[in-house]
């Protein structure tokens, strides 16, 4: 019995980390500019996107080039924000990460 009580101790003590955790991601906050820099989206380490800015000249840029700086954009600000949330987790679980 004093067992489960242990176990259910450790799991709340882990959601309380979590929920810490989950925390501190929505408040960090990363910038991330477009190849061209046509666009930039800020984006926080829980993958939410917060702003994205276009550049007064992206009118100079054909439609297929806009396409591919939105798509390089976001997968570099998906990516950031994942680097940054792998980080913050293996740094709460005591782990250390290998920088990508």
Not at 30 to 52: N, Y
Not at 70 to 98: C, F, H, R, Y
């Amino acid at each position: 019995m004093f067992d489960k009580l242990g176990q259910l101790k450790d799991l709340w003590q882990l959601k309380n980390q979590m929920a810490e955790i989950k925390k501190r991601m929505d408040n960090m906050v990363i910038k991330a500019s477009s190849p061209s820099h046509v666009f930039e989206i800020t984006i926080t380490g829980s993958q939410e996107i917060k702003e994205v800015t276009v550049a007064e000249n992206f009118k100079d840029f054909p439609r297929e080039k806009l396409g591919e700086e939105l798509t390089a954009v976001m997968n570099k600000a998906i990516k950031d924000s994942q680097a940054m949330a792998a980080q913050a987790m293996g740094g709460a679980m005591g782990m250390e990460l290998p920088k990508a």
